[in-house]
T-cell receptor, first 113, second 109 residues
Framework: GAGVSQSPSNKVTEKGKDVELRCDPI?????LYWYRQSLGQGLEFLIY????????KSGLPSDRFSAERTGGSVSTLTIQRTQQEDSAVYLC???????????FGPGTRLTVL | AQRVTQPEKLLSVFKGAPVELKCNYS??????LFWYVQYSRQRLQLLLR??SRESIKGFTADLNKGETSFHLKKPFAQEEDSAMYYC???????????FGQGTRLTINP
């Protein structure tokens, strides 16, 4: 079946603009994660959705970052007033119920000029 | 605090030689440990997890709780093993992953 998909694959924006990144998880997966992969910080957890529970937002670096998951499926990560340090590859992953492997998407490469 | 340390950013070995990628962790409890691999121009994918105790692509990793290590080993490296390798941990149930900084493995012909 189809894996995790993310769009856009690349996004170039100007400092101060808002951006939205989209993640389509594997159908039926109840858990969804966002991570950030950057040169200076490596791979960092951002936020985690599990079913109808309140999301774990403990990894969001500032209040400019937010995410939502509509209908238990698609998720959108929003970054407001982007800064140059937000430049990174944003990865989404999903996992089925009962634990197990996280399956990663191809990522969105964000460049803030 | 949860932490994963991969001391080697770069590792280069010759084809046919043994490979060991080091991983140490810090966690108060019983974590679940993973190795993820990212081949050139491909997405991050799971290589193996400690609870499976299986060998994938000739790689094995043993969890050593006394030394808090989860080193990845392969007795005979192949050129197709060249990739970026990440060690990661999660707490049982939470499943969010804490990653090490990664080791770029290059296998020379």
């Amino acid at each position: 079946g189809a894996g995790v998909s993310q769009s856009p694959s690349n996004k170039v924006t100007e400092k101060g603009k808002d951006v939205e990144l989209r993640c389509d998880p594997i159908s039926g997966h109840t858990a969804l994660y966002w991570y950030r992969q950057s040169l200076g910080q490596g791979l960092e957890f951002l936020i985690y959705f599990q079913g109808n529970s309140a999301p774990d937002k403990s990894g969001l670096p500032s209040d400019r970052f937010s995410a939502e998951r509509t209908g238990g499926s698609v998720s959108t990560l929003t970054i407001q007033r982007t800064q140059q340090e937000d430049s990174a590859v944003y990865l989404c992953a999903s996992r089925g119920a009962g634990g197990g492997t996280q399956y990663f998407g191809p990522g969105t490469r964000l460049t803030v000029l | 605090a949860q932490r994963v340390t991969q001391p080697e950013k770069l590792l280069s070995v010759f084809k046919g030689a043994p490979v060991e990628l080091k991983c140490n962790y810090s966690y108060s409890g019983s974590p679940e440990l993973f190795w993820y691999v990212q081949y050139s121009r491909q997405r991050l994918q799971l290589l193996l997890r400690h609870i499976s105790r299986e060998s994938i692509k000739g790689f094995t990793a043993d969890l050593n709780k006394g030394e808090t290590s989860f080193h990845l080993k392969k007795p005979f490296a192949q050129e197709e093993d060249s990739a970026m390798y990440y060690c990661a941990l999660s707490s049982w149930g939470a499943q969010k992953l804490v990653f090490g900084q990664g080791t770029r493995l290059t296998i020379n012909p």
